[in-house]
């Protein structure tokens, strides 16, 4: 049975000159939804089929970038000078959503934000500057507290290495097993060319900046939001979730934490579970 939906991949020209690339899947029939999805650290926009093959056919049109130094994106691999880069590449991409449908570009016209892991970190920083062009937000496994603590004199280190040699990288010291209990799915992801490990020192020092924001400005989020989380998430913490959905200023709110996941969720596997609550949430807010 052929696809109810039509994918094309397409390049985007950011704010400071990089080429960003992004895929778009649109339902055959027509849409009234648009889903601006952001991919975790050091992978990319290809490995969720689970939900474009889901989501997709079911109405909702997704937008998906290989984030700058990622995937078939240009940039140095794990690298960024600012966290606000990644939020000028989205500022553009949202440009491109707007085109396709001019009319219905804010709130009320069916604009969801989604982000997985660093993904979810980066969505939760953009929509607090952008709460009036999304009616929701949906991120899974986001990372709102680093799960491996850094030694003290380490992250001195780290500080110190970002001002002076900012572009040094290393590897991020993730354990690909803890991706998910789908053995399957964590080949794949150590077998594929566009994954990469690295992090340099400058994403480091941005990164952990970003969630301490993120954490302290909670309180003034305020559009409907759902956090899933697998509770034995070995690579984000579900406390940084706990932390952050406690704070949220939001009054349509939700934590949902899944008893033995792992950290993808959306390749996880009860992946449908997980699909089928998200799709029964934004149904329930007429999305």
């Known amino acids: 049975m052929a ?5 094309v991949q397409d390049v985007l020209t950011s704010s400071d000159g990089m080429r960003i690339h ?18 975790g650290l050091g992978e990319h926009a290809g490995r969720y089929n689970n939900f474009y093959h889901y989501m997709v056919p079911k109405g909702y049109e997704v937008f998906a970038p290989d984030l700058r130094g990622h995937g078939l994106s240009e940039g140095r691999r ?10 000028k ?5 949202r440009e491109v959503m707007k085109g396709s449908r001019p009319d219905k570009c804010g709130v009320g016209g069916g604009n969801i934000l989604m982000g ?11 929509a607090l500057d952008h709460q009036d062009e ?11 507290e680093i799960a491996v603590k850094v030694p003290a004199w380490k992250e001195a280190l780290g500080k110190m290495m970002s001002k002076v040699f900012p572009t040094l990288s290393l590897p991020n010291g993730l354990d690909p097993d803890g991706l998910s ?23 480091f020092t941005e990164f952990v900046a970003t969630i301490d924001y993120v954490q302290e400005n909670a309180k003034n989020f305020r559009i409907p939001i759902l956090i899933m989380h ?45 699909l089928d609550y998200l799709e029964n949430w934004l149904k329930k807010r007429d999305l």
């Open 134 to 144: 999304f009616d929701a937000v949906a991120v899974t496994g986001p990372a709102l």
């Open 230 to 274: 697998g509770d034995s998430d070995i690579l984000a913490a579900p406390g940084g979730s706990r932390k952050f959905f406690e704070n949220c200023g939001s009054e349509d709110k939700e934590l949902k934490l899944y008893e033995g996941a792992y950290h993808e969720l959306y390749n996880e596997i009860n992946y449908n579970e997980v």
């Open 78 to 87: 794990g690298h960024i000078y600012a966290f606000e880069d990644y939020l």
């Open 22 to 39: 992004y895929r778009r899947m649109t339902p055959s029939t027509a849409t009234c939804f648009s889903v601006l999805l952001v991919h």
């Open 116 to 126: 997985h892991s660093m993904g979810g970190l980066i969505a939760l920083r953009y």
């Open 181 to 203: 209990r789908n053995p399957a799915v964590v080949k794949a992801y150590l077998d594929d060319p566009l994954v990469h490990d690295l992090v340099s020192a400058r994403w």
């Open 3 to 7: 696809e109810e939906w039509i994918g």
């Open 89 to 93: 590449d989205l500022d553009c991409l």
